[in-house]
């Protein structure tokens, strides 16, 4: 069977467990984004709560970055 690089089940079933923590990281993403730009509206000139919702998002993003490295390390 070929392979075009884009089948990889068994490195999605892996990921599966990690993805789930990753979902529940990006959850608490969540409310830290909110609050962030909670506080951005009442004081833009802190810099460190840019820092804060710009940290927040790579956590949302999480479980897309974990499934794709998963399925990348394992071939088909």
């Not at 993403?29 to 909670?38: F, R, T």
């Not at 956590?59 to 897309?64: E, M, N, Q, V």
């Amino acid at each position: 069977m070929c392979c075009d690089g884009d089948c990889r089940p068994l490195g999605f079933l892996l990921g599966l467990p990690f993805a789930f923590l990753s979902l529940i990281v990006s959850i608490i993403g969540v409310l830290i984004w909110i609050v962030g730009l909670a506080l951005t509206c009442i004081c833009p000139c802190c810099l460190c709560v840019t820092i804060l919702v710009e940290f927040a998002l790579e956590l949302i993003k999480a479980p897309l970055h974990v499934m794709e490295w998963f399925t990348s390390q394992i071939p088909c």
